[in-house]
């Protein structure tokens, strides 16, 4: 396996009790590249992530961080080894303050790491600073969704996982968002996503993946994928292997 590479799937099988979603699926994302995984709904996108992140079971294959085996890995383990993973959806406890969170998210290192750690991950995203003593319901979606990475980035992670970042946010805001992932990139995190809002994901990112049925049909530039013509094929499932 090359030095450049952060994360590999090779031949894996996962799913959901009997239902397979990922079927012999093997590809690999570069270190401190963002990668975007596209494809029609139930390609198995967002199975990538949870089953990457030890929240489902990994039947067969391999799953390799760096080159080291992480197969069967539970998330605290993965968190312990550099992955973090901003799920869909708010996953806030919304009668804490935006700093409660914070804690919450830092409890694996300690609340005086935690503190110490606070004002870099804050020195990302000014906004939410302001909005420290409120509680999470009573901020903003954008708020809310900076919060909720803001947590993942505590861990200083060398692996970010994110599933669909832009749902419910305005234009703006997913504008800023992107930048955020676009300068964590820049230092070296390596970035896999789940996003549909694809064109403009693909503006930022380094790779794109297609899947169909739970496997890879297509790998390539994001910048090559954003030029194609017939792009709107790989999001109803048709590309071409």
């Known amino acids: 396996m090359s030095k450049d590479i952060a994360i590999e799937f090779e031949d894996v099988v996962a799913g959901y009790k009997d239902f397979m ?30 089953t990457l992140f030890g929240m489902l079971r990994v039947r067969q294959g391999h799953i390799r961080l760096e080159g080291a085996e992480i197969t069967g890995a539970d998330p605290a383990k993965l968190l312990a080894q550099g ?5 869909q959806g708010r996953n806030l406890f919304g009668q804490l303050t935006a700093y409660q969170n914070l804690e919450l998210g830092g409890i694996t290192l300690g609340m005086k790491t935690t503190h110490e750690r606070i004002p870099e991950v804050l020195d990302w995203f000014p906004r939410l600073k302001e909005r420290l003593h409120s509680q999470a319901s009573a901020l903003s979606g954008g708020e809310q969704k900076q919060l909720e990475i803001g947590r993942a980035l505590l861990l200083r992670p060398r692996v970010l996982l994110i599933d669909e970042p832009s749902i419910g946010l305005s234009p703006q805001v997913v504008a800023g968002v992107f ?48 030029a194609d013509p017939h792009i709107e094929r790989l999001f109803l499932g048709t590309a071409p292997v």
């Open 21 to 50: 979603i990922l079927n012999n699926l093997s590809f690999s994302a570069g270190k401190g590249a963002i990668t975007l995984l596209i494809g029609p709904n139930g390609a198995g996108k967002s199975t990538v992530l949870k």
């Open 83 to 87: 992955i973090a993973f901003v799920p």
């Open 179 to 226: 930048d955020l992932l676009k300068g964590l990139s820049a230092r070296g995190v390596t970035v896999l996503m789940v996003e549909q809002n694809v064109k403009s994901a693909l503006k930022i990112s380094d790779e794109a993946i297609a899947l169909a049925s739970g496997t890879c049909v297509l790998h390539k530039p994001a910048a090559e994928l954003l």
